[in-house]
């Protein structure tokens, strides 16, 4: 059974940091891009970051540029966001996604087929 579950958000002052996991189960974890997504209350989910299977390639929304870095461990089965200098508009549930290969690093939510449940990021000023 496909699983991914993610961890680490929380409620954060502005300029803090976090780092997000998202831990695999039940498939081959370097035979997916992977990427993070979020959804704030009233508006769409968008694409943060996403991760080339071996970890080379990434790509970022132009809004988290410079403070967000995606990274994987395949050995370990996980997924990281390490997420910088947080604004209140990063409040949103997080949540990380798998897409199989063939696949783009890409930031549209189209290809991915398995997701998490989230974690709930907030960040106040």
């Known amino acids: 059974q496909v699983q991914l579950v993610e961890s680490g958000g929380g409620s954060v002052q502005a300029g803090t940091s976090l780092r997000l996991s998202c831990v695999a189960s039940?498939?081959?974890?370097?035979?997916?891009?992977m990427g993070w997504f979020r959804q704030a209350p009233g508006k769409e989910r968008e694409g943060v970051a996403a991760?080339?299977?071996?970890?080379?390639?990434?790509d970022y929304a132009d809004s988290v540029k410079g403070r967000f870095t995606i990274s994987r461990d395949n050995a370990k089965n996980t997924l990281y966001l390490q997420m910088i200098s947080l604004k209140p508009e990063d409040t949103a549930i997080y949540y990380c996604?798998?897409?199989?290969?063939?696949?783009?690093?890409?930031?549209?939510?189209?290809?991915?087929?398995?997701w998490g449940q989230g974690t709930q990021v907030t960040v106040s000023s």
């Open positions: 039940g498939y081959t974890f370097n035979e997916y891009c």
């Open positions: 996604a798998a897409d199989p290969i063939p696949c783009g690093v890409g930031l549209s939510s189209r290809g991915y087929t398995d």
């Open positions: 991760i080339s299977p071996n970890g080379f390639n990434t």
